[in-house]
């Protein structure tokens, strides 16, 4: 095998001439062109959905919802089933007990869920006044010109993209993630404040835009008709918390190594966070 050597470029430039002053034009740099060339590592491009960055919805009013909550006077609807997910309650593995004396609710462990059981779904969920399926087999008409990323996704006929979407709500300096799941509170083809700047259609408690889960709740120390801010964030723009403790998929928890870079990456984008938070946004 033959080898070629290689000779890294090499910029010299005069020095200054007794007298001369910096603001002189300098002579012209001296090239050395390498006599080789060493193969360079392909650069990964950077996915376009990582930096797409989403409007702030600001000072929305945010109500308390939960799998398995029952119909009451002041909201008819159960949630055992949700809006695109029939068997909720049954995949989510149970009562989402909102009572905080029947929660976990730490920061120090991430736990942020019910006490009688470990949910299969995360707990950290969230509806809002839109859904983009209508009947069986069919998106509603304005879907795919309202929706940021239904071109993307090129779904079926009928398949929601909306479920599973994440969320970012903030309030006090707390930033914490979600997931679309549920569609509400009361309207369901509210786009033009989903995806648009109008303000909620609804004049129900207090003209609320968005549902939280109790997770949700215990980690942001939010009560039911309080302001938050939220926004759509890609998936790959979330770190990793408590949001993704549970209804995740691990794939390096058997693998100690993969397991240090995980958390390493937890380090770094808390760094990124906390940089971000420090942009001037509305309490």
């Known amino acids: 095998m033959l080898w070629k050597w290689i000779v890294p470029v090499v910029l010299t430039v005069a020095p200054l001439a007794l007298g001369q002053t910096p603001s002189a034009k300098p002579a012209v740099p001296r090239v050395v062109v390498p006599t080789g060339s060493r193969p360079m590592d392909p650069v990964r491009p950077v996915a376009p959905a990582s930096r797409i960055l989403y409007p702030w919805k600001t000072h929305v009013t945010c109500t308390i919802f939960w799998i398995g909550e029952q ?11 949700s809006s695109w997910d029939q068997k909720w309650s049954i995949n989510f593995g149970g009562y989402d007990d909102p009572d905080p004396a029947n929660r976990i609710a730490n920061h120090a462990t991430g736990e942020f869920r019910p006490k009688k059981f470990v949910p299969k ?7 809002l006044p839109y859904n983009d399926v209508q009947g069986w087999g069919k998106h509603k ?13 090129r779904p079926e006929p009928g398949k929601t993209v909306c479920k599973g979407r994440w969320i970012q709500i903030y309030r006090n300096g707390r930033s914490c993630y979600g997931q679309w799941e549920d569609c509400g509170p009361w309207e369901t083809d509210d786009w033009e404040f989903v995806f648009g700047n109008k303000p909620p259609k609804t004049k129900q408690n207090g003209a609320a835009g968005i549902d939280i889960s109790p997770a949700i709740r215990d980690y942001l120390g939010v009560k039911s008709g309080q302001k938050v801010h939220w926004r759509f964030v890609e998936a ?11 209804g995740q998929e691990q794939p390096a928890a058997a693998d100690p190594n993969l ?13 990124r966070d906390e940089e971000f938070q420090k942009k001037p946004l509305p309490h």
């Open 121 to 127: 779904l995360n707990p950290f969920y969230i509806a």
């Open 71 to 81: 119909p009451t006077a002041r909201n008819p609807t159960p949630n055992c089933k």
């Open 259 to 271: 397991v240090a870079q995980q958390k390493y990456l937890e380090y770094l984008r808390k760094l």
């Open 236 to 246: 790959g723009q979330v770190p990793y918390g408590p949001w993704k403790k549970y």
């Open 141 to 153: 008409p304005e879907a795919s010109r309202v929706i940021p990323w239904f071109s993307r996704m």
